[in-house]
């Protein structure tokens, strides 16, 4: 069974990750 949330959350995670790269 997927959760949802995971999808979401990995999605966070890698926009969390390129924005430390940007800055």
């Known amino acids: 069974e ?3 949330w995971a999808r979401l959350r ?3 995670k ?3 990750g390129l924005a ?3 800055k």
């Open 2 to 4: 997927k959760k949802p």
């Open 20 to 22: 430390k790269k940007m």
């Open 10 to 12: 990995f999605k966070f």
């Open 14 to 16: 890698l926009l969390k």
